[in-house]
């Protein structure tokens, strides 16, 4: 444990949305929390930690578990939350498209997580979750997603990688794959009834971050789940 006897949880992309909603989860459950986003603001719980900067830096790993290990003496669970979507014809992508969403997808996964995991092998213990996202394993030629696909598609695959590659060192690995999720992050028209029509899963609603961030916690609690892939996304991987 740490010093103030808490467990240590990192989580990018901690600024708002699911990212903020993880931040609380965790705090619920009495962890102290590293939280990262390029515009993260001090918080004034002192045992969450806000860590500014550009996850898609290496210099940005670096500082995050640095500071998490100076702060709290350990790291526990990492959830590798941020992410960026652009949806363009495959055609249409520029190279700055490119470079921002595998930086952030990619890149800022893993740097951290190789770091994480360092710190984790010295425990003998640790949790990392991936955020990947159901649309890779599904595509939709009207909301075409080719980027998301190769990058969130590779999280899928590297989660069951290192599930099985730490396994024996007590590291577990882990990933959500969410559906459509109401965030801050996208216009409120985006999510009316006429916007979302022939979108909704067979559970008919759009999912909330509420729902992401009890999928995160259930994982958190279930020590023999490893390589474990959960879908939240109201059953549409499934309905189709």
Excluded: C
Aim: proline share 4%; charged share 20%; aromatic share 6%.
């Amino acid at each position: 444990m740490s010093e103030t006897g808490r467990k240590v949880a990192i989580v990018t992309g901690g600024s708002q949305g699911i990212g903020a909603g993880l931040v609380d989860g965790y705090r619920q459950r009495r962890w102290a929390v590293v939280a990262n986003s390029r515009n993260m603001k001090p918080s004034k719980d002192p045992d969450v930690l806000a860590v500014e900067g550009d996850i898609s830096e290496q210099a940005t790993a670096d500082q995050i578990i640095s500071q998490a290990i100076d702060r709290f003496g350990r790291v526990d669970t990492l959830v590798n939350n941020a992410g960026v979507f652009v949806s363009k014809p495959f055609t249409d992508y520029t190279a700055e498209d490119y470079a921002l969403v595998t930086g952030v997808n990619l890149t800022g996964f893993f740097w951290l997580t190789q770091h994480a995991i360092r710190q984790m092998l010295k425990q003998h213990s640790g949790h990392v979750v991936n955020i990947s996202a159901s649309v890779a394993d599904r595509a939709d030629s009207v909301e075409p997603s080719a980027l998301t696909a190769l990058t969130k598609g590779g999280l899928t695959a590297v989660t069951r990688s290192l599930a099985v590659e730490y396994a024996s060192r007590g590291i577990r690995v882990n990933a959500v794959a969410p559906g459509i999720i109401q965030t801050p992050l996208h216009p409120a028209e985006s999510y009316t009834p006429e916007a979302l029509a022939g979108k909704l899963p067979p559970l008919g609603r759009v999912g909330r971050v509420s729902d992401v961030v009890d999928g995160i916690l259930y994982l958190e609690s279930a020590s023999f789940v490893t390589g474990e892939i959960l879908y939240i996304d109201g059953g549409r991987t499934a309905g189709h």
